[in-house]
Every structure is written in structure tokens, then in C-alpha cells.
């Protein structure tokens, strides 16, 4: 597969345990946020997205936190799973800066058994 | 299926010789974008496109071209004058370019040149 990613950060967990991915952006103009999950070969993979208006969302087994005051974003897992394994990345976006979405590096992902 | 497709997933060039990757979309976007991902790197934008017969340049243009003559394709030239061209090339659409859209990205070729 492809290397995506090579000198990543990396987080590892326990199958079944929660996973707590971070990101921290530095434009305090961002007001939308995604994370996208990316596995060996593929492309990223949209997972949840949270406007600049809301501090926390939900979705099917995972939550986005946002805290504005720190510029800071993250990503829980729950019960995680061997197929979560992959490298997350955060992306903002800042209204009126058409089209223009800042990736993060990425996190990498392990989920050991 | 709806879906953006890439092709070929793994691509072989002589240094010196242009190469066009190709992108198609079923989803009816009016937006598309080109990002280039290396090692330990995140996404960095090349082109994008809001709409047909537009596109503008992103962060790392030089050295590529595109074009966006229908809806639904958006292919890249990746040219000599690109100085690294070796990289993994995501194409991605979006429903708009201005709004809070998320951007689904294709699978992504893998372009060597030697």
C-alpha cells in the first residue's frame, strides 16, 4: 500500500479501548473543521464535520470536540476497532476563503488486539 | 455507485515527459480540487475548479496545469518544469466551492518518475 505518512505521530490503543485523536490549528479566522480518516492506498475518507458555532458533535461511535479559545480539535473514538487503523487528518476552513481547506499532518492510528 | 474515480492508481514516467492524471465524478459537484500528499506531509492544494470552464491556482501550482472543460472531469498535467513530481495525487469534489461543504477525494494516484 501507499506510505502516507512515514514519520507520523502515532497513537496506539487497544482493540475496544477509546481513542483520543488531537489537532491544533493556528487560524483563529477557521469557523469549519472536518476529520478524515485515511487508510494504506486509498483516499481520505470524510468522517465528521463541526462548524465554529457548535463546541461538540456526534456521530455513529465517534465525537468532535472543538474549543475555540485554544484553537484545538478532537477526535474520540469509541470501543475502538482493529478496522479504525488508519492516519486521521484535521482540515479547517475559514468562511469566505473559497475552496481553501488547511490539512493537518495526521495522526496515525494503531488498534492492537 | 456514486463516486470520484482516479486513473491509473500507480503511474511510471521519464523525467522529461509530461503525464496526465485523470479524474472523473458521478456526484454532481460543481467543485473540483487537485491536492498532492507526500511523506509526513498533509494535503497541499494544486488547482482547483468551482465551476466549468474556471479553475484557479492553489498553494503549490507550478510546474502543473489542469483543465475543466465538463462537469464531471478534471484532469492534471503534471509537466517537466514540476521539479519533485514524484508524489501520490488525490483528486477530491465538493457540491460548491463556497460553501461548508466537505470535499470527497477519489483513491488517488501514485505517480513515479525516474
Known amino acids: 500500500g501507499e506510505s502516507v505518512g512515514l514519520h507520523l505521530p502515532t497513537l496506539s490503543v487497544q482493540e475496544g479501548d477509546n481513542s483520543i485523536i488531537n489537532c491544533a490549528y493556528s487560524?483563529?479566522?477557521?469557523?469549519?473543521f472536518i476529520w478524515y480518516k485515511q487508510e494504506s492506498g486509498k483516499g481520505p475518507q470524510f468522517i465528521i464535520d463541526i462548524r465554529s458555532n457548535m463546541d461538540k458533535r456526534q456521530g455513529q461511535r465517534v465525537t468532535v470536540l472543538l474549543n475555540k479559545t485554544v484553537k484545538h480539535l478532537s477526535l474520540q473514538i469509541a470501543a475502538t476497532q482493529p478496522g479504525d487503523s488508519a492516519v486521521y487528518f484535521c482540515?479547517?476552513?475559514?468562511?469566505?476563503?473559497?475552496?481553501?481547506?488547511?490539512f493537518g499532518t495526521g495522526t496515525r492510528l494503531q488498534v492492537t488486539l | 455507485d456514486g463516486g470520484i474515480t482516479q486513473s491509473p492508481k500507480y503511474l511510471f514516467r521519464k523525467e522529461g515527459q509530461n503525464v496526465t492524471l485523470s479524474c472523473e465524478q458521478n456526484l454532481n459537484h460543481d467543485a473540483m480540487y487537485w491536492y498532492r500528499q507526500d511523506p509526513g506531509q498533509g494535503l497541499r492544494l494544486i488547482y482547483y475548479?468551482?465551476?466549468?470552464?474556471?479553475?484557479q491556482k492553489g498553494d503549490i501550482a507550478e510546474g502543473y496545469s489542469v483543465s475543466r472543460e465538463k462537469k464531471e472531469s478534471f484532469p492534471l498535467t503534471v509537466t517537466s518544469a514540476q521539479k519533485n513530481p514524484t508524489a501520490f495525487y488525490l483528486c477530491?469534489?465538493?457540491?460548491?466551492?463556497?460553501?461548508?461543504?466537505?470535499?470527497?477525494f477519489g483513491n488517488g494516484t501514485r505517480l513515479t518518475v525516474t
Open positions: 487560524n483563529s479566522a477557521s469557523d469549519y
Open positions: 477530491a469534489s465538493s457540491r460548491t466551492g463556497m460553501d461548508n461543504s466537505p470535499l470527497h
Open positions: 482540515a479547517e476552513k475559514s468562511t469566505g476563503t473559497a475552496s481553501k481547506l488547511t
Open positions: 475548479s468551482q465551476i466549468v470552464n474556471d479553475f
